[in-house]
């Protein structure tokens, strides 16, 4: 018996079972098409959804920002870190969102972690999630020590049940994704705010897949649904359709300034460096400048998922770019996926435990980097894969 034996155990287990990760290497700037594994494909499962992570203007501004601050923050920003361009940043992204004020973190995930925890940090405290929010709502909230309501997905009768059942709990917290990253709906922010009045909670909501998709220029899913102002806690990344890395959290002055105080991950640990913050100021111009981006990745999205219903495949409920093509078992996701690379597309399959069992697709990601002719072509090839196993 020896000490790793549980790992060669786990690892065995998973390639047995097809669920082992099979990370493949991108050898080029992020793009329409790049190249992996030595080979030259269609990229249709990056988050790059307005094309902005290779674009010249991010990385001029990047460049711009290293030689006027350097290579890095140094420090903690609470304790001896905080450098100008952060402020910038947080100012920027106060604009782009129109609240008060912003905390710029390292990344959307640890932005759950900074915010959850501070605002639902005792057990009188409750704090309500969606079942199906990702990972790291799900880290955050275990980091709290507040009671946890699941209330079933998108389901504001379930919510209004559980608020019920939590009626003497100090302080509350509903918290859900904007946008479902594995099946492309949207959560139904108005009722929840409607229930969050009634029942007096704060309202958390982690548009990592809105911003820059939904809403007039991007701005995200509450201007989107017309609740801008009754989200208190507005979650951002810059790690989509930014197209760099960062994450984010915006809302009223004193709510931002208290995490200022508390969040831990803004008082144990560094901050983004002048290239990234240069880059995500640009990425923001961008946005505010023109809307252009924003149009061609709906009048692709519009083109790729009428095409792929004709050819008779099912695309669940998405009602944003990102496009599941549902396939079943995990095995026939993952020969498609493979079948789809070698004739030159890059769209990873999906399976357990990331979606439930018996529901492994390909999730396509629509991007506006791509051309009217590369839509059309992948939707060849989709019909072409489709046939050959027996999917349509
Ligand atoms: C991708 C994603 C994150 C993580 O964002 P990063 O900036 O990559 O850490 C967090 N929340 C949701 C809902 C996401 O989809």
């Known amino acids: 018996m020896g000490k790793f034996d549980f790992i060669d155990a786990e690892i065995s287990r998973l390639k047995e079972a097809g669920l082992y990760n099979n990370v493949r290497t991108i050898e080029s700037p992020q793009g329409a098409w790049i190249r992996v594994d030595g080979k030259k494909v269609?990229?249709?499962?990056?988050?790059?959804?307005?094309?902005l992570a290779g674009e010249k203007r991010l990385v001029?501004?990047?460049?711009?920002y290293m030689d006027l601050y350097g290579a890095g923050?140094?420090?903690?920003?609470?304790?001896?870190g905080t450098m100008s361009f952060h402020y910038e940043l947080e100012k920027k992204l106060s604009e782009f969102k129109e609240t008060e004020d912003t905390l710029s973190l390292q990344s959307g995930f640890v932005t759950n972690q900074a915010v959850i925890p501070?605002?639902?940090?005792?057990?009188?405290?409750a704090v309500f999630t969606d079942e199906l929010n990702h990972a790291s709502i799900i880290d955050g909230v275990r980091l709290s020590k507040a009671k946890r309501y699941i209330y079933k997905h998108n389901d504001p009768a379930s919510l209004e049940e559980k608020?019920?059942?939590?009626?003497?709990?100090?302080?509350k917290l509903i918290i859900t994704d904007g946008v479902f990253s594995m099946d492309g709906d949207i959560a139904p922010l108005k009722e929840i705010c409607d229930l969050a009045d009634r029942y007096g909670a704060m309202t958390m909501v982690d548009d990592a897949h809105g911003e820059g998709v939904l809403g007039p220029h991007g701005r995200g899913i509450a201007h989107h649904l017309g609740v801008h102002g009754r989200i208190d806690f507005e979650v951002g990344t810059l790690s989509k359709a930014f197209?760099?890395?960062g994450g984010f959290v915006s809302g009223k002055k004193s709510v931002i300034d208290f995490l200022r105080q508390k969040a831990r991950p803004f008082l144990f640990s560094s901050a983004v460096t002048p290239a990234d913050a240069g880059a995500s100021l640009a990425a923001v111009e961008i946005l505010q400048e023109s809307d252009e981006r924003v149009k061609k990745l709906w009048s692709n999205t519009g083109l790729f998922k009428e095409g792929i219903k004709k050819l008779g495949f099912d695309t669940g409920i998405s009602v944003t770019p990102i496009t599941p093509v549902m396939l079943g078992e995990a095995s026939l996701a993952q020969a498609f996926?493979?079948?789809l690379f070698e004739k030159g597309i890059f769209a990873m399959s999906i399976g357990f435990p990331t979606v439930p069992r018996g529901k492994a697709r390909i999730r396509v990601m629509i991007s506006a980097s791509h051309s009217e002719e590369d839509l059309r072509w992948a939707l060849g090839i989709f019909e072409e894969t489709g046939k050959e196993l027996g999917v349509i």
């Open 118 to 125: 501070s605002i639902v940090s005792s057990a009188d405290d």
């Open 60 to 64: 001029d501004k990047a460049k711009e």
């Open 243 to 245: 197209g760099i890395v």
């Open 337 to 339: 996926s493979r079948r």
């Open 73 to 80: 923050p140094g420090a903690v920003r609470s304790i001896a």
């Open 163 to 171: 608020l019920k059942e939590a009626s003497d709990a100090k302080n």
């Open 42 to 51: 269609l990229n249709m499962c990056s988050n790059n959804y307005l094309g």
